[in-house]
Nanobody, 123 residues
Framework: QVQLVESGGGLVQAGGSLRLSCAAS????????MGWFRQAPGKEREFVAG????????DYQDSVKGRFTISRDNAKNTVYLQMNSLKPEDTAVYYC????????????????WGQGTQVTVSS
């Protein structure tokens, strides 16, 4: 059983930056592809970014390409999401998720989820 704990959310002005972290425990972190998802009020949960277990593959939602960067440190059992040039439409609860095997953009394929961290971008 993998436990995931996100941190780093907060309130930031448009154009600012935040770095989210997700610490994993209870499993072999390097066996899992990791994803970041977000959910805004009244909207469905959506894929933001994902990274393969070896970091050789990453994937991003089109709206965050060039602004967000996902990375991981398998020695620290942690995945990161660096978010730059934030926009009000990035406001959401951000979740990290883990799945054994290959990277996927489908949230239904992720077995383990964190509790989420709120990101609010003011205009």
């Amino acid at each position: 059983q993998v436990q995931l704990v996100e941190s780093g959310g907060g309130l930031v002005q448009a154009g600012g930056s935040l770095r989210l972290s997700c610490a994993a425990s209870g499993g072999t972190f390097s066996n899992y592809a990791m994803g970041w998802f977000r959910q805004a009020p009244g909207k469905e949960r959506e894929f933001v970014a994902g990274i393969s277990w070896s970091s050789t593959r990453t994937d991003y939602q089109d709206s965050v390409k060039g602004r967000f960067t996902i990375s991981r440190d398998n020695a620290k059992n942690t995945v990161y999401l660096q978010m730059n040039s934030l926009k009000p439409e990035d406001t959401a609860v951000y979740y990290c998720a883990a799945r054994p095997g290959f990277l996927s953009i489908d949230y239904g394929r992720y077995a383990y989820w964190g509790q989420g961290t709120q990101v609010t971008v003011s205009s």
